[in-house]
Every structure is written in C-alpha cells, then in structure tokens.
C-alpha cells in the first residue's frame, strides 16, 4: 500500500496542503543537513586519522634514529671490552654486546622499512601466534618507559631547594657575648 502523504487527501483545504508541502521541504532540508553534517564529520575523522598516522610515521622514525645510536653503543662497548683482553668473562661481554648490537640495529631496519599500519599488523599477529610473548614484552616495554618517565621527570621544588650536603658549609661565626 502506497504512502499516502497529507497533500493526496482531496478533502484538506489548501492551507493544509501549503503546511504539509512546507513540512515536506523542511524534512528534505533536514535531511540534506544531516547528509552535510556526516560528510562533514566523517572529513574530519579521516583527517585526525591522517594526522595521527603521519605523526605517529614521524615516532617511529624516530625512534628507529634512536634504536642505530643504542646498537652504535653495544657494539662500541663489545669492541672496548674485546681489546682490553680482561679474560673470559669480558671476552663473554663483548659477545653479547655484539649480539645486543645486532639484534638492536634489526629492529630499526625492521622499523625503517615498515609504516605504521604494517607494524601494528604485524604486533597483532605477534599477539595472536604466541601470547605468551606478546605479554613478557609489554610487560618489559613497560618497565623501560617507566624508568624512562621516572629518569626524565625534573625534581620537585622541596627536593631542589635542600642544601646539598656535599657541600661545606659557612664557619660559624667567632663573636663572643
């Protein structure tokens, strides 16, 4: 059975036809407003997710910078324990300095190589193979960023402004009463 709208009822008089066509335009005007308003909102989910990729593009080349320098530094360490030749235990050192060096200097290749997207495609399927590891290595991301944040957090002003009681204080004063 059709729709029948107020205007098809032969027996309203003209005003209530001029209402109900005005009610009609309203609804269609409405609608056209609501369309805008979704367009427009889903731009703007599109751009803040653009955004965040792009920014989130820029940490992760950031830190794959970082991640060349640490592996510079491990093997530096491997090199200055192999040529001091203080036996078994910093020849042992030196391995796995070396071996740190490697394993840190894959992973910012890994992360050079890849966007965003990529990389958390490839955590996800982390996640799902082997659990397991995927909780023993947040867990360790964790306690890293925490000593991180904790290292790099200025001092509170009552801390800051204790003597340091490394340092000498004044000679008293020699007056006599």
Do not use: C
């Not at 027996?11 to 269609?28: I, K, L, P, V, Y």
């Not at 427009?40 to 950031?62: I, W, Y």
């Amino acid at each position: 059975m059709p729709k029948r709208s107020k205007t098809d009822d032969p027996s309203d008089t003209g005003q209530s036809r001029r209402a109900a066509q005005d009610n009609d335009m309203e609804e269609q005007n409405g609608g056209g407003v609501m369309d805008s308003a979704k367009q427009a909102a889903s731009h703007l989910v599109d751009q803040v997710k653009e955004q965040a990729t792009s920014r989130a593009d820029q940490q992760r080349h950031t830190v794959a910078s970082g991640l060349i320098a640490v592996a510079a530094a491990f093997r530096n360490m491997g090199d200055d324990l192999r040529n001091r030749d203080e036996g078994r235990v910093a020849e042992y050192a030196a391995q796995m300095g070396h071996a740190a060096s490697g394993q840190v200097e894959r992973l910012a290749r890994y992360l050079h190589g890849r966007n965003v997207r990529q990389v958390a495609s490839d955590v996800e399927d982390l996640a799902r193979r082997s659990p397991g590891m995927f909780l023993g290595g947040a867990f360790v991301l964790g306690l890293a960023a925490s000593r991180f944040l904790k290292s790099s957090r200025p001092a509170p002003d009552f801390i800051r402004n204790m003597p340091d009681p490394n340092r000498a204080l004044p000679p008293a004063s020699t007056r006599e009463t």
